[in-house]
């Protein structure tokens, strides 16, 4: 499957400075609702899609069995691999494993970035029967801001493809055909102009993320929590963490 040049692009740029592009990258909380709620054994096999700088993966490295890392941008990955047993240079459209390898599969923040049906119909497949997938995504509180909400997501990160509500994640698993389907939130408050200074947007867009904010209607404000401190924006971003089982 060809690689998408503009995502290879964008995470190219981000690489060197993407663990310290947001609060939720390094966020304790959030890492440690992300280990409970994939449920680990230490015989498990674990994949990691979209596995990045490794953040996640370095979560579960030493407390399963073993940890593959499957990406598709080098200057990435390349920071994962003391992270990871094993890495796998692919799309997450196209997993490079054979049918039910695996017993656990994570993907933070990947699937917006991907043919989203296809890539957890892969997560499905390469999934033993009773193993689990959890998908943990900035997802946006409801009808209410999601019109606002997006628009900042797509001035962040051009490469985008999709956008989430709670419940379009639990579509997608039950789509793919997992049972027992849960969705569970974490709350991550960040600093909007360190956020969205991710070395791959310029200033025009950076201020078009102000201007949202500044023009925020006060349903969006409500919701996400916003205060502008001495022009200081902070926002608190909602994650959705999907949690689907592959049926026995």
């Known amino acids: 499957m060809p690689v998408d040049p503009e995502v290879l692009a964008h995470f190219t740029a981000r690489a060197a400075h993407y663990d310290r592009s947001s609060a939720?990258?390094?966020?304790?909380?959030?890492?440690?609702?992300?280990?409970?709620?994939?449920d680990i054994?230490?015989?498990?096999?674990l994949l990691d899609v979209a596995c990045g700088t490794g953040l996640v993966a370095r979560r579960f490295k030493g407390r399963v069995a073993e940890v593959i890392g499957v990406d598709l941008t080098p200057a990435m990955y390349a920071q994962a691999a003391p992270h990871l047993d094993?890495?796998?240079?692919?799309?997450?459209?196209?997993?490079p494993l054979p049918d039910q390898s695996v017993d656990r599969v994570t993907c933070r923040q990947g699937v917006q970035f991907m043919d989203d049906?296809?890539?957890?119909?892969?997560?499905?497949?390469?999934?033993?029967?009773?193993?689990k997938v959890l998908l943990i995504h900035l997802c946006a509180y409801g009808e209410d801001d999601k019109a606002e909400y997006f628009e900042v997501l797509r001035l962040r990160n051009p490469a985008r493809r999709n956008f989430y509500l709670r419940g379009d994640l639990a579509s997608l698993l039950l789509g793919a055909g997992f049972t027992d389907v849960a969705v569970h939130d974490a709350i991550v408050e960040e600093d909007v102009d360190v956020w969205s200074d991710n070395k791959a947007i310029d200033e025009e867009r950076r201020e078009a993320i102000r201007a949202v904010y500044r023009?925020?209607?006060?349903?969006?404000?409500?919701?996400?929590?916003?205060?502008?401190?001495?022009?200081?924006?902070?926002?608190?971003?909602?994650?959705?963490?999907?949690?689907?089982?592959?049926?026995?």
């Open 41 to 45: 054994a230490p015989q498990h096999v």
């Open 24 to 38: 939720w990258c390094t966020d304790e909380e959030l890492g440690a609702r992300t280990v409970a709620l994939a």
């Open 86 to 95: 094993h890495f796998l240079a692919g799309p997450g459209e196209a997993l």
């Open 215 to 248: 023009g925020a209607s006060p349903a969006f404000s409500a919701l996400h929590g916003v205060r502008i401190e001495g022009g200081r924006i902070v926002d608190r971003m909602l994650f959705g963490l999907a949690v689907g089982t592959k049926p026995a």
């Open 117 to 131: 049906a296809a890539a957890v119909a892969e997560m499905f497949r390469v999934l033993r029967p009773g193993g």
